[in-house]
T-cell receptor, first 111, second 114 residues
Framework: GQSLEQPSEVTAVEGAIVQINCTYQ??????LSWYQQHDGGAPTFLSY????GLEETGRFSSFLSRSDSYGYLLLQELQMKDSASYFC????????????FGAGTQVVVTP | DTAVSQTPKYLVTQMGNDKSIKCEQN?????MYWYKQDSKKFLKIMFS???????INETVPNRFSPKSPDKAHLNLHINSLELGDSAVYFC?????????????FGEGSWLTVV
């Protein structure tokens, strides 16, 4: 089976940097994804890490350490519109690579 | 153009009723999913179809029956609705296999059972 842990909530001010950690336990592993979901909206894809290291996409970066079963999402230069829930997700090595989501981290950005 | 569209967006119904949610994707993807998101925002996969064939069937009550008439459509029918079925149901799609690292979600169908 698979399990993922991430903090339930993080609060930060505009312009700050936030790091959302995700630790996972899985019997097989292809990669770690991150999704963003605004209240009332659909989850949308942010990033995917299959290999160790840092992937940067604009203000957002994602990191993976396979040996530590750990990853994080880094949000830089926080903006009010970044207030949302952020989910890490693991794609396992079962026959169809089922994607399992963490419980989500609510990021609250304050002025 | 809406990539993954599902209807209805909002549904309020009484216990015991039967309801359906329809989903269509125009991305040309082979794989479609139904996810359930509860009040605590936990996203849980229910079903997955690949080219009209059921490939993932999580522990879901038999009252839930998916149907995929073709690879662009995946509908969800729910019989004898219960209060606990109240949730947001997301349809989603992706490319088949390991090319499917990105899942595209529909806007969700908010089901309230009263």
């Amino acid at each position: 089976g698979q399990s993922l842990e991430q903090p339930s909530e993080v609060t930060a001010v505009e312009g700050a940097i936030v790091q959302i950690n995700c630790t996972y336990q899985t019997s097989g592993f292809y990669g770690l994804s991150w999704y963003q979901q605004h209240d009332g909206g659909a989850p949308t894809f942010l990033s995917y890490n299959a290999l160790d290291g840092l992937e940067e996409t604009g203000r957002f970066s994602s990191f993976l350490s396979r040996s530590d079963s750990y990853g994080y999402l880094l949000l830089q230069e926080l903006q009010m519109k970044d207030s949302a829930s952020y989910f890490c997700a693991v794609r396992g090595t079962d026959s169809w690579g089922k994607l399992q989501f963490g419980a989500g981290t609510q990021v609250v950005v304050t002025p | 153009d809406t990539a993954v569209s599902q209807t209805p967006k909002y549904l309020v119904t009484q216990m015991g009723n039967d309801k359906s949610i329809k989903c269509e994707q125009n991305l040309g993807h082979d794989t479609m999913y139904w996810y359930k998101q509860d009040s605590k925002k936990f996203l849980k996969i229910m079903f997955s179809y690949n080219n009209k064939e059921l490939i993932i069937n999580e522990t879901v009550p038999n009252r839930f029956s998916p149907k995929s008439p073709d690879k662009a459509h995946l509908n969800l029918h729910i019989n004898s609705l219960e209060l606990g079925d109240s949730a947001v149901y997301f349809c989603a799609s992706s490319q088949q296999g390991q090319g499917g690292n990105t899942i595209y979600f529909g806007e969700g169908s908010w089901l309230t059972v009263v």
